[in-house]
Antibody
Framework: EVQLVESGGGLVQPGGSLRLSCAAS????????MSWVRQAPGKGLEWVSAVAGSDGSTYYADSVKGRFTISRDNSKNTLYLQMNSLRAEDTAIYYC?????????????WGQGTLVTVSS | DIQMTQSPSSLSASVGDRVTITCRASQGISNYLAWFQQKPGKAPKSLIY???SLQSGVPSKFSGSGSGTDFTLTISSLEPEDIATYYC?????????FGPGTKVDIK
């Protein structure tokens, strides 16, 4: 059974930093693209970033480019999102999701999410 | 970037009704289209991929169709457990983009 468990969320002041983690199990983590998707309170889903499984290429939404960094540690089956220069509009539940198959961008399984609140 | 739109933004239907949600992409995406269901307070769940392929374990009352720019999600007979917001998403290219969602409830 695929499991994705996010952690690292919390309250942070504007301009601060936070690192999210997503522990994965139940599939061959290193072979699958992984994404972060966020949802601001009462709003829709917004894709944030992805890292490929094959070559580790990274991709970002314009709204986070230059501030967020996605990475993966295949030896620990863990996905990360380093978030710097946080803004109030980054407040959201952050979900990690895997690709539904190797060599596809299509999202499959999702974690339960971790809440990030940016406020003074 | 590819923009996704959905209609309606919300709908109210009776138990047993056939429900159809439409999704449109701002440019052709072949069949690289997925549908997700999100129940209140829960993480999204994959329903359909490749526009019309049912994710394993998803009831057959859900179906998808379309190609290019126009897509539909159909619930053949609405049940109370289908109360949720439904999102389409293109995965033709990065950045991945979602539609704004369609909130479905019971009349």
């Amino acid at each position: 059974e695929v499991q994705l468990v996010e952690s690292g969320g919390g309250l942070v002041q504007p301009g601060g930093s936070l690192r999210l983690s997503c522990a994965a199990s139940g599939f061959t983590f290193s072979s699958y693209a992984m994404s972060w998707v966020r949802q601001a309170p009462g709003k829709g889903l917004e894709w944030v970033s992805a890292v490929a499984g094959s070559d580790g290429s990274t991709y970002y939404a314009d709204s986070v480019k230059g501030r967020f960094t996605i990475s993966r540690d295949n030896s620990k089956n863990t996905l990360y999102l380093q978030m710097n220069s946080l803004r109030a509009e980054d407040t959201a539940i952050y979900y990690c999701a895997n690709a539904r198959a190797i060599n596809t961008k299509c999202l499959g399984n999702w974690g339960q999410g971790t809440l990030v609140t940016v406020s003074s | 970037d590819i923009q996704m739109t959905q209609s309606p933004s919300s709908l109210s239907a009776s138990v047993g009704d056939r429900v159809t949600i439409t999704c449109r992409a701002s440019q052709g995406i072949s069949n690289y289209l997925a549908w997700f269901q999100q129940k209140p307070g829960k993480a999204p769940k994959s329903l359909i991929y490749a526009a019309s392929s049912l994710q394993s374990g998803v009831p057959s009352k859900f179906s998808g169709s379309g190609s290019g720019t126009d897509f539909t999600l159909t619930i053949s007979s609405l049940e109370p457990e289908d109360i949720a917001t439904y999102y389409c998403q293109q995965y033709n290219s990065y950045p991945l983009t979602f539609g704004p969602g369609t909130k479905v409830d019971i009349k």
